[in-house]
């Protein structure tokens, strides 16, 4: 016989260290009660004031929370979890000893157990007729300790029952990171986090679960087929399920329960709040899982945006057919569910028949996930199916729905992008609106050229929207929103808006909100944009207006018809200056390479020539670099200077033993890379075929100083391009420069500053 296993043994101190660092996430004060802190510590107790020793003679609680200079919380630990009743027991009676005299200590919090194999928390508030009764929020007991907030409304409201607030962003994010890292640690594959996940909570939302290592398995999957025999989607329970055989997950399971009841979300479930779903979500978003499935998530405030767009109404029939794990069908299903009240007929048809969802998946995890995901959200799983959509055919082959959402896979399958927006349009009644996720390719891809022009003949565009780079991060792409209205030809107007700012950053790797956000103000825009009200454009932001089509590509771009942002002379030359001070940091950082070009630089000495309004093309050849330098595996370290498009030390690639190609000043202008960071190079230098050069053309007299005030120009302009709309030198050539913005005695008093501090 092998030898039995014998149970680990965990120091109490390792309780104390979880209580400790709990307390400073929840905003207290972890410092010692004479410098200002909340926190006095057992061993800090004994000496700390005689009346503790009056009361308590030589016994101290693990824990006391100061708040006002008295001790108003005792905490006391045990380092197992099956002591959690000894531990509020003794806190108990700390609490009832110190109250005798002196002090009113009325809320105490047992804590049984570690980090390292879960903790609970018990907390308990002495009423005004002396009983203890256990904390509670939307009548179900808190499961973590008590933030200052909450410790302030106990004491203000002389009451054990607490309103709790759903968790913020953040603090989802945390617990969802801590449980990523479990899973990981557990050594569950990547692609089943999100279903172990799902399960878990599922099985939380069914009733309560024992978290005994030799039984959680059983009672999670146990209360799963409970919740998907309820709902009719039993052919579920193979793939909704925590697979046994994993001793290393039974073993961990417990410390994520524990990490859940740090949210409280027991207690916030009662409410009806969204909490399960919301953090499901910020699971998905954030965890690695998701693009091992080959999900991309649609943040929710895009989401209500696009249902906004296309005006979602509760008789809508609505339609994704990529959905994922079904975040436009939960968006639409919140704001049917807006409009109609209490009305449970209402509902009811809206969960059976208005909400159709699709997606193809030979694991079955990503539509199985879908109506995990609805059910958090109140129903509407019915008719999500495991299909690809371009052979879907449970409600005949087109016209079955009002309005279509989606967020079609980039590049994940066979189909193109485009395929999937026409079979949204198809599955269209006439007149109806289309609102889909676009990657920005197709909005001015000279490719897509006749596929835009066919498109138009039989549905019109009414809106695109450029939205901001990292709205998919950690994902990489650059989108837009485009807006169809089914079978009928394109005719008139068009509102295009490009959105900078949705509301969120990136900060530490993850998106945070922010002030400034523009969702609102195009979503006002857009729906007045017909009504003659003069707020329909915006420069640089929005405007209205009907699509070129003289050039070929018909593009679809925002950036190809905004009118530019009124560009004040104060900012032009900020970035005039701005630029003059690039290019003297350039030559002192490479001031030994610089000094051995050997031949000199011709400077252009001239007084200013340019008047009025020019565009580009009127000024300057504008062409591409040197195509034999596109790879530059084969030169040699060398004298002479190299050009590229990267966006600092004024573009220097490096130094080369290489023929100048170009020996006087002109401009680069980067077209990839760093699109658009223009620099003016006045040294003799060859110039790769990611630049385009700008040379002034025979015949244009233009000063130095005039050079750098067009490069700012362009650089301020470089909003309307990215990859998929790229800088051409048909494209740069139509910029208008405005001469009469030039300010020639500043620019030329800072040139020649910065030239005397340079040394070549």
Same mark, same amino acid.
């Given at each position: ?18 209580? /400790?660092?709990?307390?400073?996430? +929840? ?10 802190? %909340? ?9 700390? *004031? ?88 939307? *009548? ?51 692609? *089943? ?31 799963? #087929?409970?919740?998907? =025999? ?128 699709? =997606? ?27 299909? %690809? ?172 018809? +905004? ?26 950082? $490479?001031?030994?390479?610089?000094? %051995? ?6 400077? /252009? ?40 498009? !990267? ?33 003016? !190079? ?40 990215? $990859? ?13 420069? #405005?001469?009469?913005?030039? *300010? ?15 040394? /070549?």
């Amino acid at each position: 016989m092998g030898k039995k296993s014998k149970r680990i043994k965990y120091s109490e101190s390792r309780s104390r260290a979880y209580t /400790i660092a709990e307390l400073k996430d +929840l905003d207290w004060d972890v410092k010692h009660p004479s410098k200002g802190g %909340n926190i006095l510590e057992e061993q800090e107790a004994k000496h700390f *004031d005689s009346r503790f020793d009056e009361l308590l003679e030589r016994d101290r609680p693990d824990f006391m929370i100061f708040w006002k200079n008295k001790p108003v919380i005792v905490i006391e630990n045990k380092d197992d979890k099956n002591k959690i009743d000894t531990a509020i027991t003794k806190a108990k009676d700390y609490a009832e000893k110190l109250s005798k005299k002196y002090f009113d200590v009325r809320v105490i919090s047992g804590v049984a157990g570690n980090a390292d194999s879960g903790v609970i928390v018990s907390n308990y508030y002495l009423n005004m007729d002396g009983q203890w009764e256990e904390i509670k929020g939307n *009548d179900y007991p808190l499961t973590q300790l008590l933030s200052v907030n909450q410790l302030e409304q106990l004491l203000i409201n002389k009451s054990a029952t607490i309103d709790l607030k759903i968790p913020t962003e953040q603090e989802f994010y945390n617990i969802a990171e801590r449980i990523n890292q479990i899973l990981h640690d557990a050594h569950v594959n990547k692609s *089943d986090r999100a279903v172990y996940l799902g399960t878990i909570l599922l099985a939380l939302k069914e009733g309560n679960i024992d978290t005994s290592p030799n039984i959680i398995i059983q009672q999670i999957n146990a209360n799963v #087929d409970s919740a998907l =025999d309820g709902c009719g989607k039993s052919e579920l329970k193979p793939i909704i399920k925590i697979r046994s055989g994993a001793p290393k997950l039974k073993r961990k399971l417990p410390l994520i329960f524990h990490n859940l009841d740090r949210l409280n979300i027991r207690a916030l479930m009662n409410t009806g709040a969204d909490v399960l779903g919301k953090f499901f979500e910020t699971f998905l978003r954030y965890g690695n899982d998701a693009k091992e499935l080959g999900i991309v998530f649609t943040p929710r405030h895009i989401i209500k945006l696009m249902c906004e767009l296309v005006e979602v109404t509760s008789t809508d029939i609505i339609y994704d057919p990529a959905c994922g794990t079904g975040g436009f069908l939960i968006g639409a299903f919140n704001k049917m569910k807006e409009q109609i009240a209490n009305n449970k007929g209402a509902l009811e048809d809206i969960k059976l028949h208005q909400l159709i969802g699709c =997606d193809s998946d030979d694991s079955g995890k990503i539509p199985a996930l879908a109506v995990v995901n609805m059910i958090f959200r109140g129903d509407g799983k019915s008719n999500i199916y495991n299909e %690809n959509c371009f052979t879907f055919d449970q409600f005949g082959k087109s016209r079955f729905a009002t309005k279509v959402l989606m967020n079609p896979p980039f590049a994940q399958t066979d189909e193109p992008e485009t395929m999937f927006i026409e079979h949204g349009l198809n599955s269209l009644k006439e007149g109806n609106l289309l609102a889909t996720i676009a990657p920005y390719s197709i909005m001015s891809q000279k490719t897509l050229a006749n596929w835009r022009k066919n498109l138009l003949k039989s549905h019109t565009l009414v809106a695109a929207i450029t939205m901001p780079y990292d709205l998919f991060y950690p994902t990489s792409s650059s989108v837009c929103i485009l807006v169809l209205k089914a079978r009928i030809p394109h005719s008139g107007k068009i509102w295009f808006c490009r959105i900078d700012n949705d509301g969120f950053k990136i900060k530490r790797k993850k998106r945070i909100e922010c002030e400034g956000e523009q969702l609102n103000k195009a979503l006002k825009m857009f729906k007045t944009r017909d009504l003659d009200i003069g707020i329909e454009e915006e420069p640089g932001f929005a405007c209205y207006c009907e699509l070129i089509y003289n050039d070929g590509l018909i593009e679809f771009a925002p950036e190809a018809y +905004l009118p530019p942002p009124i560009i004040s002379k104060h900012i032009i030359q900020e970035n005039v200056e701005q630029l003059i001070r690039e290019f003297g940091a350039f030559n002192l950082k $490479y001031e030994p390479k610089l000094k %051995n070009i050997k031949i000199k630089r011709n400077i /252009i000495k001239t007084e200013p020539k340019q008047n009025g309004k020019k565009i580009l093309s009127d000024i300057f050849n504008i062409n591409y670099g040197q195509r034999e330098i596109h790879s530059k595996e084969h030169l040699i370290s060398g004298e002479n200077l190299v050009i590229s498009s !990267q966006g600092t030390d004024n573009g220097c690639y490096g130094f080369y033993d290489i023929k100048i190609e170009y020996k006087r000043p002109l401009i680069t202008v980067p077209n990839t890379g760093s699109i658009g960071m223009a620099f003016v !190079q006045e040294y003799p230098c060859c110039i790769d075929d990611n630049c385009l050069v700008l040379s002034p053309k025979d015949g244009v007299e233009i000063s130095i100083e005039e050079m750098y005030f067009v490069t700012a120009y362009i650089r301020l302009d470089s909003w309307r391009y990215r $990859y998929g709309r790229q800088i051409t030198n048909k494209r740069l050539g139509k910029l208008e420069i #405005d001469f009469t913005k030039f *300010d020639y005695a500043k620019t030329k008093l800072l040139k020649d500053r910065i030239e005397n501090t340079i040394i /070549i």
